[in-house]
């Protein structure tokens, strides 16, 4: 059974294109978050929803908009994409909001723009 | 910005010897975390050790954390190939609701 999945796991696009990509937790989780992982490996939160809410926006583009359906479910939608969005976006799930809880990771979706 | 900081960034041993990695981070934390990504997966935690504890172990690893420095350590003994991966410490910086992941540190066992 897979705790945190997301789809697609590789996205290969043009610039100026709009995509989605769509993650899912089986968990029970209230809360679900958004990473990008750039070429460094650098992790960079992106947003956190808290049972549908909105808790962090980390001062990201507003190309990218993030939309939970329900609390099992956060998708990342991106608008007009540029070259520097190239990176591996992962989704997360935890208990809580906050950074006392563990966090589940999904398998990541690597975006390439061309 | 940027909160935890790993050193070394790279990391090659030989089987059955011993990593340390360490973990610096710049403001006040409620805990800290490490995470293992293995290549092309999404990270797995390994341990959480709370501000107010000093030293924690699960199995093979020993994590550390001293405040006073904000520092952390995290040592994993008689490593084995499997061990390969990136480790990342990860820190609840007071009032962010949030964790805050470093570079990492990309640990080779070489058999």
């Known amino acids: 059974d897979t705790a945190v999945s997301q789809t697609p796991k590789y996205l290969v696009t043009q610039m100026g294109n709009d995509k989605s990509i769509k993650c899912e937790q089986n968990l029970g989780h209230d809360t679900m978050y958004w990473y990008k992982q750039d070429s460094k490996k650098f992790l960079k939160i992106m947003f956190s929803y808290n049972n549908k809410e909105l808790i962090i926006n980390e001062t990201v583009p507003n190309r990218f908009s993030p939309k939970s359906p329900d609390k099992a479910h956060l998708n990342l939608h991106i608008n007009s994409l540029e070259l520097g969005d190239s990176a591996v976006y992962f989704c997360?799930?935890?208990?809580?909001?906050?950074?006392?809880?563990?966090?589940?990771f999904g398998p990541g979706t690597r975006l390439l723009v061309l | 910005s940027q909160q935890g900081e790993e050193d070394p960034q790279a990391l090659s041993i030989q089987e059955g010897e011993n990593a340390t990695m360490n973990c610096s981070y710049k403001t006040s934390i409620n805990n800290l975390q490490w995470y293992r990504q293995n290549s092309g997966r999404g990270l797995v935690h390994l341990i959480l050790i709370r501000s107010n504890e000093r030293e924690k172990h699960s199995g093979r690893l020993r994590v550390t954390l001293d405040t006073s420095k904000k520092s952390s350590s995290l040592l994993i003994t008689a490593s084995r190939a499997a061990d390969t991966a990136s480790y990342f410490c990860a820190t609840d910086p007071q009032g962010a609701q949030k964790l805050v992941f470093g570079q990492g540190t990309r640990l080779t066992i070489n058999p």
């Open positions: 997360a799930s935890s208990v809580n909001v906050g950074g006392r809880e563990t966090q589940y």
